[in-house]
């Protein structure tokens, strides 16, 4: 191998062991009312916020504002509808939500960024799974053990 080729390997390395494999891991959606984006870590390439989230797991939310994409701290966080979703709890700039029934909630959620007070919501709908797997959550150079 060249001395060009190992660096370039070796910095391509770093990189992505720097970025910790998120850069295309992540599902974002902007609120109803346009003020704020949604974010959540899928564990996979996804490219939407559609799926739905399985009874019994928690889901962190990242808020974001929509302009800019400043960070804001979260005032409030809550369900239109209980039975299908709980907030678990909000602090900084994450909610954690639960699935708790099969169904659909409106997520509302309050915020205070540089912009000034925000409000949104968003939708989740709650299902059984139907597979539940185990796997990376990166692949970089199948890379393909580890320890859960």
């Known amino acids: ?20 494999c998120s850069v295309l891991e992540s599902a974002n959606e902007r609120g109803r ?3 704020l984006v949604f974010t959540i870590d899928t564990g ?3 490219t939407d916020f ?12 990242t808020v974001k504002q929509a302009r800019g994409g400043g960070s804001v701290e ?9 039975g299908s979703f709980e907030v678990v ?4 700039d994450v909610v954690t939500v639960r699935a708790l ?6 997520l509302e959620v309050a915020a ?3 912009d000034g007070e925000l409000d949104d919501v968003i939708d989740l709908t709650a299902e059984e799974a139907a597979k539940v797997s185990l796997s990376h959550k990166c692949n970089f150079l199948d890379f393909k053990t580890a320890q859960y």
């Open 101 to 106: 029934d099969r169904g659909s909630s409106s």
């Open 33 to 35: 009312n346009g003020n």
């Open 89 to 92: 709890r909000f602090a900084d």
């Open 1 to 20: 191998m060249s001395k060009r080729t190992t660096v370039a390997l070796s910095l391509l390395i770093a990189w992505q062991l720097t970025l910790g």
């Open 112 to 114: 205070r960024g540089s």
């Open 50 to 61: 559609d799926n739905p989230v399985a009874i019994g797991a928690m889901l962190d939310i």
């Open 44 to 46: 996979e390439l996804a």
């Open 74 to 82: 979260l005032t409030a966080a809550s369900f239109r509808t209980e």
